[in-house]
């Protein structure tokens, strides 16, 4: 039976806090590392796909953000891999890992356009 997206998505979400929570640090024992894959795999049920997802998402988004945050975000995709992500999938979601990244940078729209005079 297929899965709804909703669950997917609530799925995602379980899946993207574990590996926050587990990669917090940046650094991890091989201890805690065995029980994070551990419970990322659990939780995934042969999800793979998800984990690629978030492990692909994560390491996109790496580019340009400070080193504590990055060694985070490096953490806990290296934990989705190693809790059975599909590794052919991450590739795909690099990329929009990327592009969420940039346009997350860009300048907010304000509603003024850029040729606005100033009335000075």
Avoid at 100 to 114: D, I, K, L, M
């Amino acid at each position: 039976m297929a899965r709804k997206p909703d669950l997917d998505r609530i799925l995602s979400a379980r899946i993207s806090g574990t590996a926050s929570r587990y990669a917090d640090t940046g650094t991890i024992t091989p201890e805690r590392e065995a029980e994070a894959v551990a419970a990322l795999a659990a939780l995934a049920d042969g999800r793979r796909d998800l984990l690629a997802e978030h492990a692909g998402i994560l390491l996109g988004t790496t580019d340009g953000e400070p080193e504590p945050l990055a060694m985070q975000r490096r953490l806990a995709a290296r934990l989705c891999i190693l809790a059975g992500a599909d590794e052919s999938l991450i590739p795909q979601w690099r990329e929009i890992g990327r592009e969420r990244s940039a346009y997350a940078r860009t300048v907010p729209y304000t509603g003024v356009s850029s040729d606005h005079q100033n009335p000075d």
